[in-house]
């Protein structure tokens, strides 16, 4: 269970939280897909903590058999999961499911991505690319924001959420 920067892991005992994609953007649990899966750490991190259901699409066959081999390794396969998907223009989900989007591969559609993201879920562009401040905006993002990469002081990533619809009060 969670406590303010800490969990539970599988033995019981209290660990730090990490800083990742995930506490970065401050979604502290639900459904994530992770759009390119070379660096499984954060989905396999986040899977860990029993309070995300990861999903990795790739279009490279090898890639995938790689991630799903590091989840069975680390007995978390079942709360993640790693797929090949070749056209992320069109993402396998309904609108408004995912609560979190990790983005690591530049052929990602802010459109799509912003259609099947829950009001107030966040995409976290970990390689921008053509996924940048302007195409977030278009797409209907807000609180848009560069974060410096905790991996890479050099990197910056770019955060955004998705707005809360003025018709659900």
Sequence with gaps: YAVAGTFRDAAGAIAAEAENEATLAKIHGGAVVQLGAKDTTTANELAKTGRYIIHLLDSNAKTIESAQATFRQSAVYGVAAAETLDDFAHLPYTENLINLAIVESTDA?????????????????????????????????????QVPSPDDAGKNWIIAYKPWPDNMG
Excluded: C, Y
């Design 109 to 145: 559609s802010p459109q799509e991505i912003f259609r099947v993201l829950v009001p107030d879920g966040a995409i976290v562009v970990t390689h921008p690319g053509s996924l940048n401040k302007v195409n977030l905006e278009d797409a209907g993002f807000l609180n848009i924001q």
